[in-house]
């Protein structure tokens, strides 16, 4: 599975913002894609997930102002970012948890930086 990331870039606190990924290759039995992000100096942290049942999860910082939603049509996941804060900026990365024969394999995307100016 390849994940392919984009949509990062500058913005001004209060702004909006929208990553894409999308998924090739052994896209079959994915049945968890989500956003995860690094800050400089920080360990990579869970920022959101959903799942082929259509069900989503949030971190407490982006609840309210972050939706996960996918396209299975387009094997294309998005993360709209809506009043974006200084403390946002960091690079995201696209994940994707496939699931074959009670395994799960797990795979990651380059990254998109977002930077949040205040």
């Known amino acids: 599975v390849q994940l392919q990331a984009s949509g990062g870039g500058l913005v001004q606190a209060g702004g909006s913002l929208r990553l894409s990924c999308a998924a090739s290759?052994?896209?079959?039995?994915?049945?968890?894609m989500g956003w995860y992000r690094q800050a400089p100096g920080e360990q990579r942290e869970f920022v959101a997930t959903?799942?082929?049942?259509?069900?989503?999860s949030y971190a407490d910082s982006v609840q309210g102002r972050f939706t996960i939603s996918r396209d299975t049509a387009k094997n294309t996941v998005y993360l709209q970012m809506n009043n974006l804060k200084p403390e946002d900026t960091a690079v995201y990365y696209c994940?994707?948890?496939?699931?074959?024969?009670?395994?799960?394999?797990?795979?990651w995307g380059q990254g998109t930086l977002v930077t949040v100016s205040s």
């Open positions: 994940n994707a948890i496939r699931t074959v024969d009670l395994r799960d394999y797990i795979y």
């Open positions: 290759g052994r896209i079959f039995s994915i049945n968890v």
């Open positions: 959903t799942t082929n049942m259509g069900d989503t």
